[in-house]
Nanobody, 116 residues
């Protein structure tokens, strides 16, 4: 049974940084076709923030390119999202996602609030 647990969210000022972690259990993070981070702001649809393929290819939403970095530590079975130069519009609940054979697994989410 795959479980994803996010951590690292919180309140940060504009221009600050946070690092989100997604710890996986029940399966190796390197076994998934893709692992990614999504976010959902109040009143908005969930959107893709960053994604990493099994081979390590990464893609980012245009709104976070150059500021956010997704990475993976196979030894710790964890995926990270380093977020720098945070803006108020980055405020959202951030969710970790793992995809394999078109099955999707989600974490419970972690709140990120950027205050101005």
């Amino acid at each position: 049974q795959v479980q994803l647990v996010e951590s690292g969210g919180g309140l940060v000022q504009v221009g600050g940084s946070l690092r989100l972690s997604c710890a996986a259990s029940g399966s190796a993070v390197s076994s998934f076709d893709n692992m990614g981070w999504y976010r959902q702001a109040p009143g908005k649809q969930r959107e893709l923030v960053a994604i990493m393929s099994r081979g390590g290819t990464t893609n980012y939403a245009d709104s976070v390119k150059g500021r956010f970095t997704i990475s993976r530590d196979n030894a710790k079975n964890t995926v990270y999202l380093q977020m720098n130069s945070l803006k108020p519009e980055d405020t959202a609940v951030y969710y970790c996602n793992a995809e394999r054979f078109r099955l999707n697994y989600w974490g419970q989410g972690t709140q990120v609030t950027v205050s101005s």
